[in-house]
């Protein structure tokens, strides 16, 4: 079991759909990150929240919408999606934002097939 | 621009033997160095944290920093086929504490 909870575990929605991606940690981290996976490659990074402000934006397409509503919950809302979006996304917290030297904890993932 | 690099493998290795894996990164002030195992489908976890030069040990697991040669390795004793998975190694990437990934090294332990 992993202190960053993820739901769902799986999701399949067509190139119309809205969905919503749930990442939840109670360590009192105070960053909280999302990354893709694709097979066979290691984590991209999306976003990182640091103390509830989105601090980075690695140049993600608009389709994806990160919402940190508190700092121990992490959203990734979802809109017209591509096949080429169909990856493992994975949550993860660290203690701080800002320069550190601490490692990030990672959530089981959410594994999103686009139809 | 930051780079960590693995040689991606797979390293094979016979049951019980040492596994060694190996790890480069560019940025000669980097402070500290993670590893990551990632079974496959499934995430990646933490598996050593080395911040300082030598050796850190933990059960069968060894990771060795050498920051003048700018290298960081995982030693696995005693290689159990549950080893079997991709190994990751990290690197903060400054400012934003971003996660500079390796490519991964896939290891197999073969029973």
């Known amino acids: 079991d992993t202190e960053v909870t993820q739901t769902p575990k799986h999701l399949v929605m067509g190139m119309t759909n809205k969905k919503s991606l749930k990442c939840e940690q109670h360590?009192?981290?105070?960053?909280m990150y999302w990354y893709k996976q694709k097979a066979k490659k290691p984590p991209e990074l999306m976003f990182v929240?640091?103390?509830?402000?989105?601090?980075i934006n690695e140049s993600v397409p608009s389709r994806f919408s990160p919402e940190c509503p508190n700092s121990s919950l992490l959203n990734l809302h979802l809109h017209a999606l591509q096949p080429e979006d169909s990856a493992l996304y994975l949550c993860?917290?660290?203690?701080?934002?800002?320069?550190?030297?601490?490692?990030?904890?990672f959530g089981d993932g959410t594994r999103l097939s686009i139809l | 621009q930051k780079e960590v690099e693995q040689n991606s493998g797979p390293l094979s290795v016979p049951e019980g033997a040492i596994a060694s894996l190996n790890c480069t990164y560019s940025?000669?002030?980097?402070?500290?160095f993670f590893w990551y195992r990632q079974y496959s489908g499934k995430s990646p976890e933490l598996i050593m944290s080395i911040y300082s030069n030598g050796d850190k040990e933990d059960g069968r697991f060894t990771a060795q920093l050498n920051k003048a040669s700018q290298y960081v390795s995982l030693l696995i004793r005693d290689s159990q086929p549950s080893d079997s998975a991709t190994y990751l190694c990290?690197?903060?990437?400054?400012?934003?504490?971003?996660?500079?990934f390796g490519t991964g090294t896939l290891l197999a332990v073969q029973p």
């Open positions: 993860a917290s660290s203690p701080t934002g800002g320069y550190s030297n601490q490692p990030q904890h």
């Open positions: 929240y640091s103390y509830e402000k989105l601090s």
């Open positions: 940025d000669r002030g980097s402070q500290s």
């Open positions: 990290a690197v903060p990437g400054g400012a934003t504490n971003k996660l500079i």
């Open positions: 360590m009192g981290h105070r960053a």
